[in-house]
């Protein structure tokens, strides 16, 4: 069982470069995420998106975009990228009746991560 | 602006002490998560506590939600180096931003041998 795929692992970019960051799900969750990790900052959400064509901008969407065309995809789009987006990126994903609040069987998994440097 | 605040942000303890770290906010949450993370992985869930006042434990970790459900808690009792790690604390539910998660800053855990 997969769970959460991301690649790449690590790379990175020149400024103004941009790059495609993959995830992948094979648990049929309806709810995709994707955070960023700062260090000493926790994680902060960039975009989400509740099933297959629908997404929603989190804390910090600037200079991201998403798309959804499948319930197990859900690539992050880095444009023209910048010093400030040096950070690892975390997807997720998790699986929800119906509903926006979360119970107490619902459960986030995480992706391993993708260490991004944009010098 | 961090919705939930952490506290301590580094504990460093010897194999055998207990210690506590709390997660508090000015708002009301519907849920609270914890979750552990180690370096180079992403965090994994320990517990989802819903109810004001809720406590659960696993094994040697206590957790504990507030009665107003603006707080939590988390409890380890006789740490191991095993329970090293990033523990992160997640609220769910705010208001009108549902279906998000606002993550803490998290507390860096270390015990020593």
């Known amino acids: 069982n997969a769970g959460v795929t991301q690649t790449p692992k690590f790379r990175i970019l020149k400024i103004g470069q941009s790059m495609t960051l993959q995830c992948t799900q094979d648990?049929?969750?309806?709810?995709m995420y994707w955070y960023r990790q700062d260090p000493g900052m926790g994680l902060k959400l960039i975009y989400y998106s509740v099933g297959a064509g629908i997404t929603d901008k989190g804390e910090v969407p600037n200079g991201y975009n998403v798309s959804r065309s499948t319930t197990e995809d859900f690539p992050l789009r880095l444009e023209l990228a910048a010093p400030s987006q040096t950070s690892v990126y975390f997807c997720?994903?998790?699986?929800?009746?119906?509903?926006?609040?979360?119970?107490?069987?619902?459960?986030?998994?995480f992706g391993s991560g993708t260490q991004l440097s944009v010098l | 602006t961090q919705l939930l605040e952490q506290s301590p942000q580094f504990l460093s303890i010897q194999e055998g002490e207990n210690l506590t770290v709390y997660c508090n906010s000015s708002?009301?949450?519907?849920?609270l998560q914890w979750y552990r993370q180690e370096p180079g992985e992403g965090p994994v869930l320990l517990v989802t506590?819903?109810?004001?006042?809720e406590v659960k434990k696993l094994k040697r970790l206590t957790f504990q939600f507030g009665d107003a459900r603006k707080d939590s808690s988390l409890h380890i009792t006789a740490a191991q180096p095993g329970d090293t790690g990033l523990y992160l604390c997640?609220?769910?539910?705010?208001?009108?931003?549902?279906?998000?998660?606002?993550f803490g800053r998290g507390t860096q855990l270390t015990v020593w041998p």
């Open positions: 506590v819903v109810t004001g006042g």
């Open positions: 708002s009301v949450f519907s849920s």
């Open positions: 997640a609220g769910g539910g705010l208001g009108s931003t549902l279906g998000r998660l606002y």
């Open positions: 648990m049929n969750h309806n709810y």
């Open positions: 997720a994903s998790s699986y929800r009746q119906d509903s926006y609040l979360p119970s107490t069987n619902e459960k986030l998994f």
